[in-house]
Every structure is written in structure tokens, then in C-alpha cells.
């Protein structure tokens, strides 16, 4: 009985934190296993990955340390990480967040185009900035996209890596949707900035239409000219992660580059029942009760 107990109590810890609710439905294809969770005094709710069963955890834990390199408004901030030799895990702060495929089911069907530009051209400047440090996500997928009140973020950071890194090629990622492994990875090819931009453009295309691989006609037409070059089955046809940001919100008159992308993410952005969604959320975590912590009971 004791040891049941004492599983029991294991199973809602990672590291120091007490997991509190699965950020994803438990059916749903996703890069990596998420949780809200919170520190045992109760003053910190963090939002906490952890590898999928079958991932490399030295891979998982080195890349989530790289991850915390990439900085930026649209980029979920990595800011504690296991310590060497425990079972890999990091962790940022929490704030109200749905997954992209959540938010699609919450809609009741695809985003309206202004959702799909704003979340597009912010996601785009962040892998300009992550390429223009010789990083590739290498995952990107509508799992790895949170969307927040204030804009997106890209998760998901097992998967970030050196892009002139050596080592064995990825075929396989888990957990990612099919129709965002850009062809030259699923050959065998190593990730780099050309397969972000491709797995981009799969993101948008099911944030449009609900398919990663939807047909042409399916995509909005003013959408068509910016998301079909993307899904080039060539690397070099495909625009740069910069180029796609001016794509999706070109410049005017009175908007620079460093807010291109957030001057998308106007009042009404959104759609309303995603808002709702997101305040219940908020509403539930404030009322969530963790167990009380026992002395006896071993972390994860």
C-alpha cells in the first residue's frame, strides 16, 4: 500500500515540481509531453516539457540547453532545465496558452486569415532569429505553436540543434504531424533554416484549412502566393525566414522591422472563443490545488 502511494505520488512530480494538468489532450500527436506544473510552496506555475517515450534523453536534455539561447517575443523562454545526471526536463514561466490544434477544435474549424498572418509573421521572426544564430528548430509543427493573449509562441525545444551540427541525420522525429518533415529531412538530410521554413509553411497551411497538406485550392487565395512557396519540395525555392515575416506583414511607412510582426496582433486578433478558452484556463489554474508535498516522496 505504502509503495502504491509512493508511485502514486512520484507520477505527479517532475523534478521539483508538482505537475498539475496536461497541457494537451492525451490523444493529440505532439513534439514533446507538456505540463502545467508548479514549485511544491505554490509561488511559481511554470509550463514544463518532457521527452516522449523513445527519445534520446541526452539528445532531448543537450538541445533543451541550446534552446535556451533563443530569445524573443515569440519564443516560449527556457529558463530551468534538470540537472545533469536526472531524467531531462525543462521548464519556463507559465502564462494562458492553447496549442494550435486546440484552438482550431475551440474555433470550431480553421483560424480566420488575420489569425494566420499574425501567428505566421511571428513565428517567422523568430526563426530569423534562431537561423541568424545558426540554429534550426527542427520541429516545427501545430503542436509545437502555443497561442497566448498577447501572440504566439514556438515551443517545443528537444528538437532545436546546431544547424551545421555532425552526428546521425533525423528521419523521425516523434511526434510530429504528418506533412511538416520537409522532403530533404525525410530523405535523411540534416535539419537546416530551409526545413524550419518548410514545416512553417505546413503550420500555416493547417492553421488556414486544418490539413498540413491541404490541397491548393483549400488555402485562402490571399494566402496562396505566401504559403505555397514554402512547401517547395526544392530547399532553394523556398524564401528565408525573413522573407517570409515581410510576406505575411509587409513594412509601412510606420513600422520597422523589430515590430513588423507584432503590429498584426491588433485588438480582435484572436477569435473570440479562443480568448474565452484561454481566460477559462487562467480562471482554472488559479483554483488548482496540488497535493501536499511529503518528505518521503522521490522525484522523477
Given amino acids: 500500500m505504502e509503495q502504491s502511494r509512493t508511485r502514486e505520488e512520484s507520477a505527479r512530480r517532475i523534478g521539483p515540481y508538482r505537475l498539475i494538468t496536461r497541457l494537451d489532450p492525451p490523444t493529440a500527436t505532439v513534439p514533446c509531453r507538456r505540463f502545467v506544473a ?113 501572440g504566439p509562441r514556438l515551443s ?10 555532425d552526428g546521425e541525420p533525423r528521419t523521425g522525429l ?25 514545416a512553417l509553411g505546413a503550420v500555416l497551411a493547417y492553421a488556414a484549412t486544418g490539413h498540413t497538406v491541404p490541397e491548393r485550392d483549400e488555402l485562402p487565395p490571399a494566402l496562396r502566393p505566401v504559403v505555397a512557396p514554402c512547401l517547395a519540395r526544392d530547399p532553394a525555392e523556398r524564401p528565408s525566414a525573413g522573407e517570409l515575416m515581410t510576406a505575411l506583414a509587409p513594412p509601412t511607412p510606420h513600422r520597422t522591422v523589430l515590430n513588423s510582426a507584432g503590429s498584426l496582433l491588433t485588438p480582435g486578433w484572436l477569435p473570440g472563443r479562443v480568448v474565452a478558452a484561454l481566460a477559462r484556463q487562467s480562471s482554472e489554474l488559479l483554483a488548482a490545488r496540488t497535493p501536499a508535498d511529503t518528505a518521503s516522496s522521490p522525484r522523477t
Fill in 156 to 165: 517545443c525545444f528537444g528538437a532545436v540543434r546546431a544547424a551545421a551540427a
Fill in 174 to 198: 516523434p511526434g510530429l504531424e504528418p506533412g511538416t518533415l520537409a522532403p530533404e529531412q525525410a530523405a535523411g538530410g540534416h535539419p537546416r533554416p530551409p526545413g524550419d521554413v518548410f
Fill in 38 to 150: 508548479r514549485t511544491r510552496d505554490g509561488e511559481r506555475t511554470v509550463l514544463l516539457s518532457a521527452p516522449l517515450p523513445g527519445t534520446d534523453p541526452a539528445r532531448f536534455a543537450a538541445e533543451a540547453d541550446a534552446a535556451r539561447r533563443l530569445l524573443g517575443p515569440w519564443i516560449a523562454p527556457v529558463t530551468d532545465l534538470a540537472a545533469p545526471g536526472e531524467p531531462p526536463w525543462y521548464a519556463g514561466p507559465y502564462v494562458p496558452a492553447l496549442p494550435l490544434p486546440v484552438a482550431l477544435a475551440v474555433h470550431g474549424g480553421p483560424l480566420p486569415e488575420t489569425t494566420v498572418r499574425a501567428v505566421g509573421a511571428a513565428l517567422a521572426e523568430a526563426l530569423a532569429a534562431a537561423h541568424a544564430q545558426g540554429l534550426t528548430h527542427a520541429g516545427v509543427s501545430p503542436a509545437a505553436v502555443l497561442l497566448t493573449a498577447d
